[in-house]
Nanobody, 127 residues
Framework: QVQLVESGGGLVQAGGSLRLSCAAS????????MGWFRQAPGKEREFVAA????????NYADSVKGRFTISRDNAKNTVYLQMNSLKPENTAVYYC????????????????????WGQGTQVTVSS
């Protein structure tokens, strides 16, 4: 069983930055792509960013390109989401998730392709 634990959320003013972390249990972290999703009140969960198992490739939602950066440290079983120039509309619960397929060549943006999820961390951006 894989456990994912997010941290780093909080309250920040518009224009500020936060760095989210997601620590994974188990020995197979480096074999799977990882993703970040978010869910705002009254809205569906949406894709934010993903990173390949090796860290070589990344993919971002258009709304965060140029402001958010996903990275991973396979030696620490941790994936990160650096969020800069935050906007009030970025307020949401942010979840990390693990791809259901090993060594996937193309990262997927669909939540159904991820089978392990963290409990989420709240990010609130004030105007």
């Amino acid at each position: 069983q894989v456990q994912l634990v997010e941290s780093g959320g909080g309250l920040v003013q518009a224009g500020g930055s936060l760095r989210l972390s997601c620590a994974a249990s188990g020995r197979t972290f480096s074999e799977y792509a990882m993703g970040w999703f978010r869910q705002a009140p009254g809205k569906e969960r949406e894709f934010v960013a993903a990173i390949s198992w090796s860290g070589t490739y990344t993919n971002y939602a258009d709304s965060v390109k140029g402001r958010f950066t996903i990275s991973r440290d396979n030696a620490k079983n941790t994936v990160y989401l650096q969020m800069n120039s935050l906007k009030p509309e970025n307020t949401a619960v942010y979840y990390c998730a693990r791809d259901r397929a090993q060594y996937r060549l193309r990262m997927t943006t669909g939540a159904y392709e991820y089978n392990y999820w963290g409990q989420g961390t709240q990010v609130t951006v004030s105007s």
